[in-house]
């Protein structure tokens, strides 16, 4: 679209930030005295709807952030659309007119942000690499991955590895390119560049070796982290994670697969569901019940096999141990492959347990600092979903003529794009602001809050995507089409949205001082 100046200043200034956060904090007190207890169960609409206001203001309060460090006009327009937007969710009136807010998500539209503005200058760096590398290596396969749910050529993820993806948060002493300090910006980066051509044979791979990195990095021994970490780095071994059940989800601490002691280490015996990519992975990253003790009983444990391709693998040991793998047919998401792990008598060493004896039973805890990195990720591939999708419907809106204009022309697709380029802005801004927060060791609830924000924003970004396509947007010959089934799975994995909202954000925003 051309860019053209907006009409006046009210199109960028818009409503104050402080008027927002007073409302916010309104909210909250009125949430809590409907749940004095802090007990989300006692009332989980109010629970629900307080989590998702707080999720809008911080998305609003860092396209704020980004824009007064920016200074851009199109950040600020950005920024007081993202206020607008979260006064009236919470039923306030604001200053701008229906006709005055729709022309100022037009000169949204008109002027979407790039991907690197306020970028520093290795980050622009690290963007374009990958981006050239995505666009010339994986775009051309993914349309053909998704359709016949191929596995992801072997020379996409060795091309990866020689580029370093897998070891962007392993330190150098283990063959990382992590230095002193974590910069997970970068690894936000990344996934927002490979998930922009695929979200399965791209923006996912590096998923998995992140969580199993954290955990690693955080209570493995020294000879775990020498055996593992440099394997993980160089891709020599690839990462899947197995944590979900049949009958427990996202209620970790009931799960019953367990680990029973054996001369040497562990027989595991019993079920994991939904484990990406266990059947190419060489190591799984393993949470099993080691004692009674609910989440007390919990412990974390790296099983090592053989890379097997397809969707169906036999693992027989000669112990007499047995893993059974079945990929689970899935609308979306394909091509890593979604798999059922059975379990029989599996024998583990004791060198699998991760920590050692200083770290059994204490899995649980290990577990939630590595979902913070897994919730981040998926905030990232999300970024990277909505941009392939905003960038696809402003192609297709401005070349497809109806009744004698372009749809860009008219009015309504405008202030629909004008939305998409919006919720993709303060997806990406809220998911810088909680990287920085992990990065010092901080910000385990704001990751959260970004993966609940960019979920949701991505189904509805891939669905006005659709919805502007048209007939083409049904029809799979189109990329939008993957987009939104893709989509859909973001607020599923990684933690239920539901999940976040109650048990994750609004009991934080609850707890007592």
Not at 110 to 118: M, S
Not at 351 to 360: E, R, T
């Amino acid at each position: 679209m051309p860019s053209r100046e907006p009409a006046g200043a009210e199109h960028i200034a818009g409503p104050s930030l402080d008027q927002l956060t007073a409302a916010r904090a309104d909210l909250v007190a009125k949430v809590r005295s409907l749940i004095p207890s802090g007990d989300v169960d006692e009332n989980q609409v109010a629970a629900n709807e307080l989590a998702w206001t707080y999720a809008r203001v911080e998305a609003a309060a860092a396209c704020d952030d980004w824009a007064q460090a920016t200074g851009d006009p199109t950040a600020r327009a950005v920024a007081g659309a993202a206020i607008i937007e979260a006064l009236e969710q919470l039923g306030m009136r604001t200053t701008l007119s229906t006709i005055g807010r729709a022309d100022h998500l037009e000169w949204i539209a008109h002027n979407p942000p790039p991907a690197e503005l306020g970028a520093a200058p290795e980050q622009r760096m690290l963007r374009a690499t990958f981006r050239d590398f995505a666009r010339a290596r994986i775009a051309p396969r993914a349309a053909a991955i998704h359709r016949d749910d191929l596995d992801i050529p072997e020379d996409i993820i060795q091309g990866l590895a020689e580029l370093g993806v897998f070891g962007l948060s392993i330190p150098e002493a283990f063959g990382g390119l992590r230095g002193a300090a974590d910069d997970f910006e970068a690894m936000l980066i990344v996934t927002e560049e490979l998930s922009y051509v695929s979200l399965a044979a791209g923006g996912s791979l590096i998923t998995r070796p992140e969580i199993l990195v954290r955990a690693l990095v955080r209570a493995g021994t020294l000879e775990q982290k020498q055996r593992w970490l440099p394997a993980i780095a160089s891709g020599r071994q690839l990462v899947a994670v197995a944590t979900t059940e049949p009958d427990f989800g996202s209620d970790v601490a009931g799960i019953r697969c367990r680990a029973d002691p054996a001369e040497g280490g562990w027989f595991v015996t019993g079920t994991k569901l939904w484990c990406t990519f266990a059947g190419r992975a060489e190591l799984l990253m393993l949470l099993l019940r080691t004692s009674e003790a609910g989440h007390r009983g919990l412990s974390v444990f790296v099983l090592e096999k053989p890379a097997f391709p397809g969707h169906e693998f036999l693992y027989a040991q000669d112990t007499g141990g047995v893993l059974k793998g079945r990929a689970i047919p899935t609308i979306g998401y394909r091509g890593m492959h979604t798999f059922e792990l059975a379990f029989d008598r599996f024998f583990l060493p004791d060198s699998a347990l991760v920590g050692g004896q200083d770290w059994l039973n204490r899995g649980f805890y290990l577990q939630l600092e590595s979902f913070a990195m897994g919730r981040l990720q998926t905030a990232g591939r999300a970024v990277g979903l909505m941009q392939a999708a905003v960038d696809s419907t402003m192609r297709y809106t401005n070349e497809r003529v109806v009744f004698g204009r372009a749809i860009s022309a008219y009015g309504l697709p405008k202030a629909t794009l004008g939305k998409m380029v919006l919720r993709l802005a303060a997806s990406r801004q809220l998911s810088y602001r909680a990287a920085r927060l992990v990065g010092r060791g901080e910000g385990q609830m704001e990751a959260s809050l970004a993966k609940l924000y960019a979920s949701r924003a991505a189904e509805q970004v891939t669905r006005d995507a659709m919805q502007l396509h048209g007939g083409m947007g049904y029809a799979e010959e189109t990329d939008v089409s993957r987009y939104f089934v893709d989509a859909r799975v973001l607020s599923i994995f990684e933690g239920a949205e539901d999940v976040l909202a109650l048990r994750v954000i609004a009991k934080s925003l609850l707890r007592p001082g």
